[in-house]
C-alpha cells in the first residue's frame, strides 16, 4: 500500500480502535520502505510490531472443513525392510578364504585416444 494511502486511511479512521486484521507492506515513491500497514485503519507499523501482533493473536482452534472425522484408508502396515540384507546369504562354511584376484599384467599396450581431425574441431584444413 502506498504510504499517501495508508495516511488518508489514518485521518478517515481517527482515534478508534483497531485490532490490525490484515497488514500489507509499505511503499513510497515506488519502494518498499520496509514498514506494514494495517488495510483497515492505516497505522505504519515495524517489522518487529507485526512479529509482537503476531505473536500476541491466538491461534484459531482448527476445525475439520468436511465435518466428519478422518479415518485411515488401510489397516495393513507397512513393514520395515530397514533391517533386512540386500541380499540373502550363500550356504557355506564359514570363515573360508575368498580367492585373490590375479595380478597378471596384460601383454597388450593401451589403445592411442583418437585425435582430433579438422571437421571434427572446427578448424578448417590447411
Same mark, same amino acid.
Given at each position: 500500500?502506498?504510504?499517501?494511502?495508508?495516511?488518508?486511511?489514518?485521518?478517515?479512521?481517527?482515534? +478508534?480502535?483497531?485490532?490490525?486484521?490484515?497488514?500489507? +507492506?509499505? =511503499?513510497?515513491?515506488? +519502494? #518498499?520502505?520496509?514498514? =506494514?500497514?494495517?488495510?483497515?485503519?492505516?497505522?505504519?507499523?515495524?517489522?518487529?510490531?507485526?512479529?509482537?501482533?503476531? /505473536?500476541?493473536?491466538?491461534?484459531?482452534?482448527?476445525?475439520?472443513? $468436511?465435518?466428519?472425522?478422518?479415518?485411515?484408508?488401510? @489397516? #495393513?502396515?507397512?513393514?520395515?525392510? @530397514?533391517?533386512?540384507? $540386500? #541380499?540373502?546369504?550363500?550356504?557355506?562354511?564359514?570363515?573360508?578364504?575368498?580367492?585373490?584376484? @590375479? !595380478?597378471?599384467? $596384460?601383454?597388450?599396450?593401451?589403445?592411442? !585416444?583418437?585425435?582430433?581431425?579438422?571437421? +571434427? $574441431? /572446427?578448424?578448417? /584444413?590447411?
Amino acid at each position: 500500500m502506498q504510504k499517501k494511502r495508508a495516511t488518508a486511511l489514518q485521518l478517515e479512521w481517527g482515534d +478508534k480502535a483497531c485490532k490490525h486484521p490484515a497488514l500489507a +507492506k509499505e =511503499y513510497d515513491l515506488g +519502494k #518498499r520502505t520496509g514498514n =506494514y500497514v494495517c488495510t483497515q485503519c492505516g497505522t505504519t507499523l515495524t517489522f518487529r510490531e507485526k512479529a509482537e501482533l503476531a /505473536g500476541a493473536k491466538a491461534p484459531a482452534p482448527h476445525q475439520p472443513r $468436511s465435518g466428519g472425522s478422518m479415518k485411515k484408508k488401510s @489397516s #495393513r502396515e507397512i513393514p520395515d525392510f @530397514s533391517r533386512q540384507s $540386500s #541380499r540373502p546369504k550363500t550356504p557355506g562354511t564359514p570363515n573360508t578364504v575368498q580367492p585373490t584376484k @590375479s !595380478k597378471a599384467v $596384460s601383454a597388450t599396450p593401451p589403445r592411442p !585416444k583418437p585425435q582430433a581431425t579438422a571437421g +571434427k $574441431s /572446427g578448424q578448417r /584444413g590447411k
